[in-house]
């Protein structure tokens, strides 16, 4: 989703009813979506929240006392890039195309939340991508600044070409051939600085260059100045762009002795003097080619990182005299093994780091880079390799990465070839491990029908465990009072916290069963404490599952009694926002439970846009505050007047608040302060597989 920083959509809802907007708001929070809403009906209210931050609007086109039409201009008149969405009740061509063209971004049906969770994400998603495009644009701006700068003190002849044609120059260039201006050469031909025996064959090359081949390491050729005097000249040629054009960027460079020793020194230049494969800043520039080459035409590449095992070790034998002795045994057998790629250019190999080799396949997809991996890897552990005088058998830990379009980037490229050699080298090595993008989706199936089965195996085996968070009374009350938290045990000790899996479970339509597991559970511990004379107020958590399911009250009031459990005992919660456009299905939840004695709680209150006109319709036995408003609390002025306004109007209304989240000493002296009932939290006492914390 966001790549902001705080990761919250800051959302302007334009609606008459708060109702309907809380609704809207309470589907993108249910969804994932960290949102900061702010409702306007008003010409005024929609004025005074554009003029703060925004990341969005939806406005809904029924809104008496404002015209759509007008929100568009009031959107526009900001001169912001806000997207708009509209929100219909029901779908009309005419008014389709008419909202779209107001400016409207997209249209959502109010009653489809999942259309308007979608047209947000796409159109958050692009909000995000043109602002990361501006940041990145004006980076270019500055780099192509400094960069022109860089080129014009160059003492490097540099100029830069399009379609044989010179479009810049820097001084360098110019003095080499005599001329005192570039207007002197602007426009002219590359091929009138050529020897006139060169000509052809320099023709052939621009062609190819032209058809996007790539370009050859050095061209050596005869270079003629201003004053028709000939010289040896190299020219080194990089696909470029100047001024948002593509062009060519051309190093010329004079040539004061043998050709074919200069051609020799650059390929030295080239080379890791050990292994003689390319050394890193050159092997760097072919993977950067290949990074690009996904990202702008869809190319398919693969990079590998091979690394000995037991490096260290091998050392210790052979001594560290021998160290380049058994670095050059190693890239000649992955010479051997790659010889027919290296041959034709298919794959390029390089000594990336101490003893890491690597491979650029080039125009590979993942079966083949796949295959050359696990060639490479049976090459190195089938034979001995010869180390100077001595021999050994060396197994290696291979690390690659797909290249395509969705990793389109050097650094990323590199980091999941590492992790793919230190992940292989981590089980011992003689192993293969390659990143393939494209298999995430795959990945993510397998990895949700694994929880599903997971999930299935907890419920049918009874591993949904309870620990319990002591929750401390600061009005004098020292009886028992516990939260319920739930937790998966797969069998290896491990216990799992249900932030993983709720979303899984609710997509498959396991709330309702995990629900009763848990409440049945909570209500037997409760039944042991009061056969142990400690009887123990309990609060657990229930899913929005819980109100569609009319059996479940049913099935509560039995366990009550089987356990000789009073209802008054047992507190379950449900969340703001579920319980905001569930309404009635919560009265009547909260009323089938008070048959039994059993009271309602609602959690993660304080964050709708009008949490206390709930209250009008809904009276819980608790409230448990927000812990947004709780974090930071020491220092947010803000969030100790939200606190002290929710606890004045709860305890006017006869409602009891809870501060859950409480990490340190200050925040419990501001809710002590602030009329707060209870308090629950890390700095009073962890959670627990069991109830011992001394309420006295």
């Known amino acids: 989703m966001s790549k902001k920083t705080d990761n919250a959509l800051r ?19 249910n969804s994932g979506i960290a949102v900061r809403p702010v409702r306007a009906a008003t010409r005024e209210e929609l004025s005074a929240a554009l003029a703060g931050p925004a990341d969005l609007v939806l406005a809904a086109l029924n809104v008496p006392s404002l015209a759509f039409e007008e929100t568009m201009q009031l ?15 029901r779908l009309d061509e005419n008014e389709y195309d008419a909202v779209l063209t107001a400016g409207a971004r997209a249209l959502a049906l109010r009653h489809r939340p999942q259309q308007v969770l979608s047209r947000v994400r796409n159109e958050w998603d692009d909000l995000e991508a043109r602002r990361a495009q501006r940041r990145l644009e004006a980076r270019v701006r500055e780099t192509e600044r400094r960069c022109d700068a860089l080129i014009e003190s160059s003492r490097d002849p540099i100029a830069y070409v399009h379609e044989g044609m010179h479009i810049r120059a820097n001084s360098a260039y110019l003095e080499m051939f005599g001329y005192d201006s570039f207007e002197d050469i602007e426009g002219m031909s590359l091929l009138d600085m050529v020897g006139p025996q060169y000509v052809e064959d320099f023709k052939q090359l621009l062609k190819s260059l032209a058809r996007g081949e790539p370009p050859p390491p050095r061209y050596e050729l005869e270079a003629r100045d201003l004053e028709g005097n000939a010289f040896a000249a190299s020219m ?14 051309v190093v010329f460079r004079r040539q004061e002795f043998d050709p074919e020793l200069a051609q020799e020194l650059e390929e030295l230049r080239q080379r890791d003097q050990v292994t003689g494969l390319l050394n890193r800043p050159t092997f760097l520039l072919s993977l950067e080619d290949a990074v690009g080459d996904a990202g702008q035409n869809n190319g398919q590449h693969g990079l590998l990182m091979i690394e000995p ?4 070790r091998l050392l210790g034998d052979i001594g560290l005299d021998s160290a380049d002795a058994l670095l050059s045994a190693i890239a000649e057998r992955l010479r051997q093994t790659l010889a027919a790629e290296l041959a034709d250019g298919r794959a390029v190999a390089a000594r990336f780091s101490e003893h890491t080799l690597a491979v650029l396949l080039r125009n590979s997809d993942y079966a083949a880079t796949a295959a050359v991996a696990e060639r490479i890897r049976e090459a190195f552990s089938a034979d001995v390799v010869s180390i100077g005088t001595r021999s050994s058998v060396i197994t290696a830990s291979i690390g690659g990465v797909q290249i395509g379009e969705k990793i389109a980037s050097v650094s990323q490229v590199l980091a999941k070839a590492a992790q793919g050699v230190e992940s292989s080298s981590g089980v011992g090595g003689n192993r293969v491990e390659i990143f393939d993008p494209a298999a995430m989706d795959r990945a993510e199936q397998e990895h949700v029908r694994a929880w599903v089965a997971r999930l299935r195996d907890a419920l049918d085996n009874n591993r949904l465990v309870l620990h319990y968070q ?11 009072t516990y939260e319920a938290l739930m937790r998966l045990d797969p069998g290896d000790g491990q216990l799992i916290s249900p932030n993983a899996f709720l979303q899984i479970a609710e997509e498959h339509g396991l709330l309702g069963e995990i629900d009763r597991a848990v409440v049945g559970q909570a209500i037997a511990v409760l039944g042991q404490r009061i056969a142990a004379n400690r009887p123990t107020t309990l609060l657990v958590k229930v899913s929005q599952a819980a109100l569609d399911d009319p059996s479940l009250a049913d099935f509560i009031g039995q366990q009550l009694q089987a356990h000789g459990v009073p209802g008054e005992y047992l507190v379950l919660e449900l969340p703001e926002a579920k319980v905001f456009t569930h309404l009635k299905a919560t009265q009547a939840f909260a009323e089938a439970i008070g048959r039994f004695d059993s009271r309602l709680a609602l959690e993660q209150f304080g964050v709708g846009l009008d949490s206390f006109q709930l209250l009008t319709h809904l009276k819980p036995n608790m409230l448990k505050i927000d812990r947004s408003f709780i974090e930071d609390l020491p220092r947010n002025e803000d969030n100790q007047a939200k606190v002290r306004e929710i606890a004045k109007r709860a305890r006017e209304m006869g409602i009891r608040t809870i501060a859950e989240y409480v990490q340190d000493a200050a925040s419990m002296s501001i809710l002590f302060s602030s009329g707060v009932d209870y308090v629950e939290g890390h700095f009073l006492a962890m959670a627990s597989p069991v109830m011992n914390y001394d309420f006295e």
């Open 470 to 480: 002591p929750i401390i009374n600061l009005q004098g009350d020292t009886g028992a």
């Open 236 to 249: 080194e040629f990089t696909q470029a762009q100047y001024e948002g054009e593509s062009c060519l960027q």
């Open 11 to 29: 959302l302007v809802i334009v609606d008459g009813r708060v109702e309907d907007a809380e609704a809207l708001v309470s589907g993108l929070r």
């Open 309 to 312: 095992d037991h490096y260290h």
């Open 75 to 89: 959107v526009t008149g900001t001169g912001k890039d806000l997207p708009v969405i509209a929100i219909a009740d």
